[in-house]
């Protein structure tokens, strides 16, 4: 069955099978394209792609949900009827709901992408992981979808992950190949402090404003509405049922 809940692949049930517990979600067929050649596309594309990733977000974030494992493997591109193409939001193994910290060993995902608060929670300090440490891994990925590189890492080691770096009070700097007008917005959300840091709904508001500036493009009909409207409660309320996916990560 193909998706049809919005770009938020949301559990719709759980259960143990075996010594094994599972996840059910709704099926989404990707398409061929990949994710290290998403600069390459048009200026459109990249504008819409950046947009429904931060709406996406930004209803994870209303619900105090933390997806805590956002990486390019978890999202998958698929083609709309406008001629382009979007995302859909999957594998919600590792998340939690910010009200319900986990504890050290539960926090999982790929270290690229890990934030310096939940390095530190890792590590066992008294730092709380919420929906800014999805922003900051959104950051890295805004940076390569948009100039298909990770953020240059400077001082002594280079090979210490954006987080690690940011940690560490080490220079990390947006590529020359990112756009002008998303290069302050990127370094922004890698910033060490969570209350500087902006929310999911901060950076789609950046980014529905800069569209309206540039007046490089109309929205396709795929998009979402705009936050805070009438036709966007009604699609919140189609693409993610809160209490459905709190029902789901009750479970003991």
Known sequence: ??????????????????????????KVQPNAIAFQDLHLQSAEQLQLLLKVLAYSFSKLEQHGVVHADVKPNNLILKSTIDGFFTVKIIDFDASFLEEKQPDPEELMG???????????????????VTSKSDVFALGIL????????????????????????????????????VPEPYRELIQKMLLFDVAERPSSTAVF?????????????????????EPGTPAAAAEAAKEFDGAQWKRTTDLD
């Open 142 to 177: 805004f940076h390569q979808i948009l100039s298909g590189e990770l953020p240059e890492i400077g001082g002594e080691d280079n090979t210490l992950s954006v987080g690690e770096a940011v940690l560490n009070e080490e220079p990390v700097t947006v590529r020359d190949t």
């Open 205 to 225: 508001q950046y980014l529905s404003e800069l569209d309206a500036s540039q007046k490089t493009w109309s929205a396709p009909a795929a998009l979402s509405p």
């Open 1 to 26: 069955m193909e998706s049809a809940s919005g770009n938020v692949v949301v559990p719709s049930d759980f259960f143990r099978f075996g010594n094994q517990f599972y996840l059910v979600t709704e």
């Open 110 to 128: 790929d270290a690229a992408y890990y934030s310096p608060e939940a390095i530190l929670r890792m590590m066992e300090e008294e730092v709380e």
